[in-house]
Nanobody
Framework: QVQLVESGGGLVQAGGSLRLSCAAS????????MGWFRQAPGKEREFVAA????????VYADSVKGRFTISRDNAKNTVHLQMSSLKPEDTAVYYC?????????????????WGQGTQVTVSS
């Protein structure tokens, strides 16, 4: 069983930056592709970014490409999401997720373990 705990959310003005972190325990972290998702009120959970087990491959949603960067530290069992040039439409609860397969997926249904989420609010 893998436990995931997100941190780093908060309130930021448009154009600002935040760095989210996700700490994993209870599994072999380096074996799992990891993803970040977000869910705004009244909307479905959507893909933000994902990273391969080694960190050599990353994928991003078009809406965040060039503004967000996903990274991981397998020695510290953590994955990060650096968010820059934030926009009000980035406001959501952000979740990290672990996938026990070896393939990097965009679909939330492919992920097996989820954190509790951290709120990001971007004011205009």
């Amino acid at each position: 069983q893998v436990q995931l705990v997100e941190s780093g959310g908060g309130l930021v003005q448009a154009g600002g930056s935040l760095r989210l972190s996700c700490a994993a325990s209870g599994g072999t972290f380096s074996s799992y592709p990891m993803g970040w998702f977000r869910q705004a009120p009244g909307k479905e959970r959507e893909f933000v970014a994902a990273i391969s087990r080694s960190g050599s491959s990353t994928v991003y949603a078009d809406s965040v490409k060039g503004r967000f960067t996903i990274s991981r530290d397998n020695a510290k069992n953590t994955v990060h999401l650096q968010m820059s040039s934030l926009k009000p439409e980035d406001t959501a609860v952000y979740y990290c997720a672990a996938d026990v397969s070896i393939v990097v997926h965009r679909s939330p249904t492919a992920y097996d373990y989820w954190g509790q989420g951290t709120q990001v609010t971007v004011s205009s």
